[in-house]
C-alpha cells in the first residue's frame, strides 16, 4: 500500500533578485571591418609568437635569425673585401633558403588555423559581425605578411650591406625591387597552400607533417626529374617540370621575367612564353588557394 508524503509548501514569498553586475553596452559599435583588422594583427603577431608564451615564440624568432644570419655573412665578406658584387643575387636568396622557409610556413600555418578547428571556435567567429570571406582573407594575409616579412628581411640586410660596400646603388636599387617581387609572390603562394593543407585537420602536428611532406617531396621530385631530363638530353622537358613545385614556380617565374639566374640542371629557365604559364601557374594556385579556404570555411562555420 503507497504511502502519500506530505508536500511541503514553504511560508513566505522565496523570490530573490540578484544583481549580478550586468550592464548594457554604450560604446561604439566598430562593426566588420575593425574586427577583420583585429583578427589579421592578433593571428600576424601570433605568427612570430608575439602575445603567447615564451616556447611559441623560440621556433618562429629561431627561424627569421637563420634566415638573416647568413645575409649579415655575405654582407660582412663583401665590405670587408671590397667586392664589386654581392655574392648572391637577391633573387636566388629565397631559393637558397627555401628549407628554411617551408619549414616556417609549416609551423605557422597549423598555429593559424588548426587551433580554431580543434578547440570549435570558428563558429563564435562567426557569431560576431566578421563573416566567412572576413575570416578567410584577415587568415591569409596575416601567414602571407609575415612569410614577407621573414623572406624580405635578410633582402632589407643585403641591399644595406650593398650600399655601405659602395656597390653600384642603380644595379642594387634594381635587383632589390626585383627580390622583393619574387618573395612577396613566394609569400601569397606558401601561405596560401600552406593554410589549405593546415585546414583539412584540427591537428597542428598532422597539419606540420602534411604541410613538409607537400613542400619537400614535390620539390625533391621535381628537381630529380628536372635532373634526369637534362642528363637524356631532354631539355626543353625541364621548364615544363619545374610546373609541379611551388619552389621551382618561383624560380622559374623569376628567371623568365625578374632577370634571375635559374637553378633549374643546365640553367635551362622558361622562355619568355613558358614564362607566362608559370606566371598563371602561380597566380592560379593563389587564387585556388583562397577558393577552397572559402569553400572549406563555408562548411566550417555551419
Known amino acids: 500500500m503507497a504511502v502519500e508524503h506530505p508536500v511541503t509548501v514553504p511560508s513566505g514569498d522565496q523570490t530573490r533578485i540578484h ?52 645575409a649579415a655573412i655575405m654582407v660582412a665578406v663583401a665590405v670587408a673585401t671590397k667586392a664589386h658584387d654581392l655574392p648572391v643575387d637577391y633573387t636566388r636568396y629565397a631559393i637558397i633558403m627555401q628549407a628554411v622557409i617551408s619549414l616556417y610556413v609549416a609551423s605557422q600555418a597549423p598555429q593559424s588555423v588548426s587551433r580554431d578547428l580543434r578547440f570549435k571556435t570558428v563558429p563564435l567567429y562567426f ?7 572576413d575570416y578567410v582573407r584577415a587568415k591569409y594575409a596575416a601567414l602571407a605578411s609575415a612569410m614577407f616579412i621573414l623572406t624580405a628581411a635578410p633582402l632589407i640586410v643585403l641591399y644595406v650591406g650593398a650600399l655601405l660596400a659602395k656597390l653600384d646603388f642603380a644595379d642594387q636599387t634594381k635587383g632589390f625591387g626585383q627580390g622583393l617581387v619574387s618573395v612577396a609572390l613566394l609569400s601569397l603562394l606558401f601561405a596560401g597552400i600552406g593554410l589549405v593543407i593546415a585546414s583539412v585537420t584540427p591537428r597542428r602536428g598532422f597539419g606540420i607533417a602534411a604541410v613538409i611532406a607537400v613542400m619537400t617531396i614535390s620539390y625533391g621530385a621535381v628537381s630529380t626529374l628536372q635532373a634526369i631530363a637534362d642528363a637524356q638530353g631532354s631539355s626543353s622537358a625541364v621548364p615544363w617540370i619545374g610546373l609541379f ?48 579556404l572559402m569553400r572549406r570555411y563555408k562548411k566550417v562555420g555551419l
Open 19 to 70: 544583481n549580478i553586475g550586468y550592464r548594457t553596452y554604450d560604446g561604439p559599435r566598430l562593426g566588420r571591418s575593425y574586427a577583420t583588422r583585429s583578427l589579421y594583427s592578433q593571428s600576424l603577431r601570433g605568427a612570430y609568437g608575439l602575445g603567447r608564451s615564451v616556447k611559441s615564440k623560440v621556433l618562429p624568432m629561431l627561424l627569421f635569425v637563420v634566415m638573416c644570419v647568413p
Open 127 to 133: 557569431s560576431r559581425p566578421i563573416e566567412t570571406a
Open 245 to 292: 613545385s611551388p619552389v621551382t614556380l618561383i624560380d622559374g617565374l623569376q628567371s623568365a621575367f625578374l632577370g634571375a639566374n635559374s637553378a633549374f640542371p643546365g640553367a635551362v629557365g622558361p622562355s619568355n612564353g613558358e614564362g607566362v604559364v608559370y606566371v598563371l601557374a602561380v597566380l592560379g594556385l593563389i587564387a585556388a588557394s583562397y577558393g577552397l
